[in-house]
Each structure stands twice: as C-alpha cells, then as structure tokens.
C-alpha cells in the first residue's frame, strides 16, 4: 500500500477522535496525535485498535509506546504490513 | 516483562529504603491528621485491614491494588483504611508505591521531594507515550518483587461520580500483563457525602471501604489482552460500587 494512501486511511480513523479541529485540517506526517490533534490520551488505544482492525494487523503494547506522531502510525502499519 | 536498567533498579532500591527510613516520621502524623484534625473515620476499616493483612500474609503472589478515584487524596486514605501506621512499619513492602500525575503532584521541586518519600512515581498522565511505559514497567518490577502498588484504573477522578467504565485506560491491563499471577485487591471507597468528585473529602466525612480479591485472565492478545483485563478490573469495581448503593436504599 501506497503511503499516501496509508496516511489517508490513518487519518480517516483519527479524526473522529480528535478534538483540535483546526490542527486536523493542516495534518501532516508530524503532527502530533495527543499534544497537536488533541486525541484523549485514554482513547489512543481505541485508535489502535481501529489500526488493528481496518489493517488485519496486530499491534502489541510495546509498540505503540513508538506512536507519537501520525507519521509514526503511518511508519508502524507500514513495516506491519511488509 | 523487559528488564530494568541497572541504574533504574537500583533508585528504586534506595527510595524504598529511604520511604522505609522515614515512614515513621510522616505516616503516623498523616493518620492523626486524618483521624483527629479532618476528623474522617472509615466504616470497615478494622475488617478491611484484617483482609488485607490476611492476603499479604498468606501469599506473596504480585498484588495489585485498585480503586474508585474521587478526590486527589484517595491514596492517602485508602492506604489508611487498608493498614494503621504502626502494621506498615512492621510490613514496609505492604505500603503501596502510587503513580500521581507528574503535572499535578510533581511540577515542583518541593512536591517532588513529597511524593518521592511517599512512595510515589510520577507519571507523565497523557503525555509521551515511551514515558508512560517506562513508569509502568517500574511498577510491574516493584510488584513482581513483592510490593504492593495502587492505581486508579479511571485514570483520573470520576467525572460523575460513579464508576466510569468508558474512560478507563489500558494502563492497568498493561501492567497486569507484564506480571503473571497478579492478583487484583479491588477497593471501593466513598464517604457518606460524597457524590461527586471533588479536591478534597469534607471535614468529618464517613467513609465505608468494600474489597475484592481476584485474579484477572486473559485468553486476548497484544492491545486487547491489556483492555480486556482493565474492563475486568472496572467491572468489579462498579460491582463493588453497586454493592455500596444498594446497601443505602
């Protein structure tokens, strides 16, 4: 899968978790979910989980410690997908 | 469970000793200020600490303690419904390491230096993410060596009141699944007015403490192994809280 393609499917499983709507409308590789889209710390796992789900990957705890930025996630389900 | 860097275990050795050195300075005169100046009493307590003492003493299996969140000073008090100053002098290990939110309880030098001799590790609550893991991993290694450890599985104080399963984090599942045979002591506790959340119990409040031991299994893997523990630990919790309620009518 193209990247673009991986980023805007990411994207389309964040946004209705994010609060900060203005950030979310000039998103990029390094914006940050928690601090710039304002994504509740405690539903970061029901983003991932959607990750798990939409993607057919499984994603352990230790990695999503590496999640920070969209890019990141993007990064993450890139390498899970090979 | 990922081993902890040398310099990590060891400062976690030293704060031990020094919570161990200095509990007797600081927790009894935490308790008379509880007792006699706030003048809250706990309904239960005798039968809570006779529990709680009786689980520590039967089995040094990890242990887990976890509870409703209403006040910014539930640890305190439930550390004190569960033993009396003079029982955790003689069973230091019992007194339970709490994780308070570093913006809260440690943004300043001083309020650093208190939570650290009150057996405390803040952690960075919502922020980088390495960091939360790497506070949660130093409490599994605490638990696995026999301490005891007290977390808030609602991450933060109840917003209505009640039990919240919908906002609870996965932290508690994460923590339980990198200690194996973990077992979970429950603790529900609410003063008489206490109907929401609040900074602070009132002055001569009346609490009632309920508990309940179990061991959370997981058959789920990865991220949902970790949500389908905590959601087990939130459901006794509101178990226990139901319980509460029902006793009242």
């Known amino acids: 899968m193209e990247q673009a393609e991986l980023f805007s499917k990411v994207l389309k499983i964040i946004s209705p978790f994010a609060k900060n709507?203005?950030?979310?409308?000039?998103?990029?590789?390094?914006?940050?979910i928690l601090d710039d889209l304002k994504v509740n710390s405690a539903r970061l796992v029901d983003v991932v989980l959607a990750f798990e789900d939409e993607f057919g990957i499984e994603i352990a705890d230790e990695d999503v410690d590496d999640v920070n930025t969209v890019g990141d996630a993007v990064r993450l389900i890139g390498a899970k997908l090979g | 469970m990922a081993e902890l860097a040398l310099r990590t275990r060891l400062a976690l050795q030293l704060q031990r000793v020094v919570v161990a050195t200095l509990a007797p300075l600081w927790a009894p005169a935490l308790a008379v200020g509880m007792r006699?100046?706030?003048?809250?009493?706990?309904?239960?307590a005798r039968e809570a600490r006779a529990e709680y003492a009786r689980i520590r003493a039967t089995s040094r299996a990890p242990l887990l303690v976890c509870a409703?969140?209403?006040?910014?000073?539930?640890?305190?008090?439930?550390?004190?419904a569960l033993g009396s100053p003079g029982w955790y002098l003689l069973h230091p290990s019992s007194l339970p390491w709490n994780v308070p939110d570093r913006a809260n309880f440690a943004s300043r030098w001083w309020q650093r230096i208190l939570v650290y001799l009150m057996k405390c590790i803040p952690i960075p609550r919502g922020g980088d993410r390495a960091e939360v893991a790497g506070v949660l991993h130093r409490l599994a290694w605490l638990l696995a060596r026999g301490d005891v450890g007290l977390v808030f599985p609602e991450g933060g104080r109840s917003r209505t009141g009640r039990v919240e399963r919908a906002t609870s984090t996965y932290g508690v599942g994460r923590i339980l699944g990198l200690v194996p045979g973990c077992r979970v002591l429950c603790v529900h506790l609410r003063g008489e007015g206490q109907e929401a959340f609040s900074r602070a119990p009132r002055r001569g409040e009346r609490f009632h403490v309920a508990l309940e031991l179990f061991e959370p299994k997981s058959d789920a893997t990865g991220l949902r192994r970790s949500l389908d523990l905590t959601r087990q630990v939130i459901g006794r919790l509101a178990d226990l809280e139901q319980g509460f309620f029902d006793a009242r009518r």
Do not use: F, Y
């Open chain 2, 68 to 80: 409703n969140h209403l006040t910014m000073v539930d640890s305190a008090i439930i550390a004190w």
């Open chain 1, 21 to 32: 709507q203005d950030a979310l409308a000039k998103v990029g590789m390094d914006t940050h």
């Open chain 2, 36 to 44: 006699l100046v706030l003048r809250w009493r706990i309904e239960g």
